[in-house]
C-alpha cells in the first residue's frame, strides 16, 4: 500500500506518494529528520512515484513520476525511481516558481557571503561542491540558486547534491562518511547518485546569504589552477543561458541579474586540484574588500 | 538595456519577444557605431549584433537626422 | 477535515468569501484543483477584486502569485506571437482572425485577463490554407508527425489542418477554415461568419463579442470532450456577464439562429446559470427555450456534472460515465455513424479507453509555454 509523506525543503515542501521501498529508503537516507509521514501538514506540491502498472511491470518494471495529475516525463526504469524523484522536484520548482529569479547553478557560502557556481554537466561543479560542503562552506543548494528579485540574496534550497560517473567513486573516497542514495544506473546523465549535503548545510537551511561572486568552474584532469577575470558582459550573457525562468520574469529577471553582475567578481577557472581552489575562492572573493 | 560599468559591453531586453542581446561594446562606441562615426566590418560579431538590434527596432541608426522627413 | 467539493470550488467563484471558512488543507485542495483547471490566475484575480486575497493563507498567495506571473507572461508571448502571424500572412489570406484563446486575450476584455491555453487558434479561408501553410513552413512552423491516419482525418473532414508548432519557440498554432468540422455536415458558411469581426486597436483581427460567445459555446456543447469544462463554462460566464446588453443578446440570438446552433445557446445559458449564477435576462430566457432539447434531463445529468471543476479530489459519483456520455454525443453530432465506426476502429479502442479515463492525457498538457 503506498503512504503519504512529507519533505519540508525551505521554501517549498512537497508530499509524496509512494507505496516503493526504495524510494522511501533512499528519502530518508538524504533527508533525515525532513523526511516524515503526512500528518496535518500542508505541502506545496503533491508528488507522487508508482511502479507502473500492466503486463509490462512484471517483464521489465518501470517507475512512474506525477506532479498531482500531471506527468511531465515518460516512465523511467525501477531502479531509478529515487533520481526520478529528485529531477520532478526540480521540475516542478522550476515550472512553477517565479517569485524568484532562478539559476541552475551551485551555492554557497561562508558566513553570509555567497558564490554561484553555474556550469554545464561534466564540469565537475558537482565534485566541487560536494568538496566545498564538507570543507567549511555551507551549501544553499546543489542545482538551483534562488535569487530574491533586485537583490543579491540567495534563499537556500537545501537539496543532495547529484554526482555523476567517475564522480562518484572519487566522492565516496573522500568523504567516506556521507550518506549517499542509491546509484541511478544508466540515466540520460550517466550513472548517477545523490549525497546529502552535511549537517551543518541543512541546520542554516533558511539563513539568506548575499551573493559577492560568479564563478564558472571546469576541471581538467591536466591543468593547474587558472584563473581568468570575465568580463561582466559575457558572464551576464552566461548567467541568462543558466537562467530557468529568465524567460517568465523578463524585466525583473534581467535587472536583477545586471545588478548582480555589477556587485560582484566575477571569474572562470581551470583547475585540477579542489584544495587550491577553495584556497582561492576564499583569498581573493570571500575575504576581499 | 543595460551598459556594464566595465565597459566590456551592453546587453539588451527585446520587450516584446522576451530575448536578451548583447554587444560587446560600451555605450559610447555603439552611439558612434550608429551615428557613422566608427565603421565596422561586415563580419565582426559586434557588426551582426548591432544590425540585429537594429532590424529588432530595439537600436536606431542616427543618420535618420539628415533626413527632411 | 472535509474534502472540498467541486460545488465548494464553484462557490469560491460566484461568492469569494466563502473561502474564508477554508481550513489551510481546503485551501492546498483549492490550489491543487485550479491548477489542473488552469484557473488559478482567474480565481486570484476574484479574490483581489473581492477583496479578500490579504486574508488567504501566506503559503497559498504564493501559488496565486505565481500563476499570476505565468499568466501576464502568456500574455505578452501570445501578443508577440499574434504579432508575427499577422506580419508573415499580411498578404496571403482575405481574412485572418483570431480565435479562442489568442482571441480572449487580444480583445483586451476581461475573458482573456488570466486565460492560459496552449494553442493558438486562427481561422482563414479555406482557399488560402495552403499558402498560410507553407509560408509558416518557412519561418519555422513546422507540422508534427501524425500518423497516416490522423493525417488523412485531419486533411479530409476536419475545420483545421494539423496544428504547426515553432521549431525554436515551442508555440503551436491550429489554422482553421471552418469552425466546426466539416464532417458533421452541419458547417457553417465560414466566410460568412467570419464577417462578424472587429479590429482591435492593435489591428488584429478578432470575433464580435457576439460571435465569440457562439464560437465557445458551440466549442464547449458540439464536442467530444469536456476535460476543460468548467474553465470554459467560466469563459461563456464572463462573455455573458460583461456584455450583458440588448444588442448583445440580439446579434447572439440571431447569430445562433441563422447558424443553427440554437440548442447550444440554450445550454450555454442553462449550465451558465445552473453552475455560476450567471444573469442571464428573462426575455432572452424565454426566446431561447424553443431550443430546449426533448431530452433535457439525461442532457442535464451528463453536462451538470462533467462541466463542474474535475479534479479526482472532488469527482462527483457517476463522473466518468457522464464523461463517456459527453464523448459518444458529441462524436455522434460530428460524424455520420459509418464514418465514427471507422474513425474509432482506427483510433484503436485504447485510445477511447485512454480518453475516458486520463491515462496519460495530460502529458499533452507539456506545451504549455
Sequence with gaps: MSDNYFIDLHPFSFSVNTALPQVIQNLSTIYGSRFRKLSTEVADYELSVQKSSGIRSFIKPQARFFCDQQEPFKPLSFQKAYAFLEWGMNWTVAGNEVQHVIIHSAVLAKGNKA????????????????????????????????????????????RPICLKNQSIDIAKTLFPDGKFSDIAKDTHKGDVIHLSPPESSWENQTNTAELVGVVFPNYRANQDLQIYQLDKTQAFMQLVDNAFNYSVLRETAFSTLTNVIENVQTFEIFHNDLAQVAAFLEQEIIDFE | MHSFSDQSGCVFLDVHSGETLSVLMSEADILKVLSGEIILDKKTTQNIAIRSLIQKNILLPLDCKNTDV | MNKLSADDVCQAFIAPKSTLAFTPKQWQQLVLILRHQQLLACYSSTFKQAGIFEQIPKQTQRHFLNADVLAQNHKKQVVFEAAELKRELADKPQYLIFLKGAGYTLSGAPVGDTRIYNDIDILADKKSIDAI?????????????????????????????????????????????????????????????????????????????????????????FNEEVKKGYRDLIDLHTLITTNNNEAFWLDLITLAKETDFGLELF???????????????ESVQKEISQFCPWNIAFVDFIYEKTLKPNHPLCKPKFFALAEFAVLIRGHFQKMPLHILIYHLLCKGGVSVIQSIFGKHVFTKELDQP
Excluded at chain 1, 138 to 151: H, K, Q, V
Excluded at chain 3, 172 to 197: C, E, M, Q
Design chain 1, 115 to 158: 558564490i554561484l557556481f553555474p556550469a554545464p554537466p561534466g564540469s565537475g561543479k558537482s565534485t566541487l561542491t560536494a568538496y566545498l560542503a564538507h570543507n567549511g562552506w555551507r551549501l544553499l543548494s546543489d542545482e538551483m540558486a534562488l535569487i530574491i528579485p533586485n537583490t543579491q540574496t540567495v534563499v537556500p534550497f537545501v
Design chain 3, 133 to 221: 501553410e507553407k509560408r509558416l513552413c518557412l519561418i519555422g512552423w513546422l507540422s508534427e508527425e501524425l500518423t497516416e491516419h490522423d493525417e488523412k482525418y485531419y486533411r479530409k473532414w476536419a475545420h483545421e489542418i494539423p496544428p504547426l508548432r515553432h521549431g525554436k519557440r515551442g508555440t503551436i498554432v491550429d489554422v482553421h477554415h471552418n469552425i466546426v468540422p466539416i464532417i458533421s455536415g452541419r458547417h457553417l458558411d465560414a466566410d460568412k461568419f467570419a464577417t462578424n469581426t472587429v479590429t482591435t486597436e492593435d489591428g488584429f483581427q478578432i470575433l464580435s463579442f457576439a460571435a465569440m460567445t457562439l464560437h465557445s459555446l458551440i466549442h464547449l456543447f
Design chain 3, 267 to 281: 445550454l450555454a445559458c442553462r449550465y451558465t446559470q445552473k453552475i455560476l449564477k450567471t444573469e442571464v435576462p
